[in-house]
């Protein structure tokens, strides 16, 4: 209790008002659930609405939509159902007191609030690797940004970053801001990539012809120059254990950085609460309702693991109210077992960790390293199914049949050639 | 003149590799496809690619100050810096619906995708 902070009820607070997040909000309003969605920017959508290119929804709404169409169309459900939401709220904390007694503390234009709640779903989403996380040293220069604050620049405020770019990394997110920029007539000079492979899906790829943008395969970008602004960045070229190769470096012209090394799942609220962490996600360990360690604390979307399909992460959205209601209603989330979850060979990542075996789950993994003519297998069921191509790019989506696992102490899962 | 054109095929996650082959601006030959639409899509690529265009345009009076949009059509891409530079032209007053149609360039229609 929080003397002087007005109080708020609910059954559930949804933190985060992405995809994720508002997915999230409109199913627990159609389960009956009492909702209160929170988000700290100015608007609803978390990064859709600076997406501005096509290549959302194919599955959820069956129809191909930018991410703001994306966006737009989960906010008019989540308004027509009265979904109650705040904007430029910001969450400063969760306390969890019991397994139905939870407070969200958080701060907005109208002053501080304390939100009770049985369940919270946790959408907060990720944040970008900045330079330093990458090891680039050099001069402290205006010019250096994330991809995802380059791109909150121009196609949310209409400001151009820059002129001359080098662009680091070449995965999805890369590689859709080296068009943004070339679109808008800035020169991208480069893309350098520190894996032998490109990282991004194919389509994306594509990008770099369209606009003759150079690509460095096992390259990195090790140092920027400058006086007040980005004048010239250091490339040197890396061998097959991506050391540095003595004398392969040589320097590009630039005026701006974009560093687009990945996402990091957004948890610090959570591991504050003791929530346990899977270090290859980055993201909670979670079961097949995906509730954490924490019993009544769920968590959906990049906050989970980073998908690159915002199909999945309003999938785990709805996944995550469906859990919420269940451990409202019986007063948590039982089981008879959990079944282990492993990684296996050429397995990265995956989620959920524990299975209840008694429905069914979508797994989602990545792997290690791009393979043709592969299978996902799990050797304790049998398992098989057969993948043309399986790429580090693109999140594996499997569906488990409860009556197919029901009877496991463990499962491995594994993507081996067939 | 011979032209070969090596594309990794987008229309499904398996990514064939296709190749097509041109002789005088004639399609003599494409390999590397699975199936029909890959072929398809592989000679539209070589012969005349096209491309859905998206940006933002400023806008008065809106919660946000630009709206994103899109041409409603793909659009050949020898003509994609020709219409960046209308675009940059454009502005635009709220109220903008989203799918509303807020200008149109050579018949192609230029479509709002966030709302102002
Ligand atoms: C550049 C880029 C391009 C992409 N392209 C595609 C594509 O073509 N197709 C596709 O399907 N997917 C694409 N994706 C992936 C997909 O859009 C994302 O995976 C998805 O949007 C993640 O949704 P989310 O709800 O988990 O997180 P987010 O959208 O990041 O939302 C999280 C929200 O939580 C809020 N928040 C965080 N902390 C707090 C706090 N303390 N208090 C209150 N609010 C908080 C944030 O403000 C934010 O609004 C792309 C992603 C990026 C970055």
Known sequence: MFPGIPMLNYDVVVIGGGPAGMAAAVRAKELGLNVLLLDENDYLGGILPQCIHPGFGLHYFREELTGPEFAARLAKRLVELGVEYRTAARVMEIRNYSDLEKVVIFTSPSGAYQAWAKAIIYAAGARERHAFEIGIVGDRVAGVYTAGEAQTLMDIYGVMPGREVVIVGSGDVGLIMARRFALEGAKVKAVVELMPYPGGLARNVMILRDFDIPLYLSHKVVEVRGRGRVEKVKVVKVDENLNEIPGSEFWIEADTLIISAGLVPSVKKLTAIGVEIDPSTGGPVVNDRLETSVPGVFVAGNALLINDLVDYVAEQGELAAEGAKEFIENGGIGSRKWIRVEKGENVRLLAPHRLSGERDVYLYLRVARPMEDVELRIPEVGKRVKLSLATPAEMLRVKLKAEEIRNSEKLTVEVVRE | ?116
């Open chain 2, 1 to 116: 003149m011979t032209k070969t054109y090596r594309f990794t095929c987008i229309v499904c996650p398996l990514g064939c590799s296709i190749e097509v082959r041109i002789e005088d601006g004639k399609v003599v030959g494409v390999t590397g496809h699975t199936c029909p639409r890959g072929k398809e899509w592989a000679v539209e690529e070589a012969t005349n690619p096209k491309r859905v265009i998206m940006s933002v345009v400023p806008v008065e009076g809106g919660a946000l100050p630009t709206v994103s949009v899109k041409t409603a059509d793909p659009v050949p891409k020898e003509l994609i810096p020709e219409l960046m530079k209308f675009l940059m032209e454009l502005k635009l007053e709220a109220p903008v619906e989203i799918g509303e149609v807020v200008a149109e360039w050579n018949g192609i229609k230029i479509v709002a995708t966030r709302g102002a």
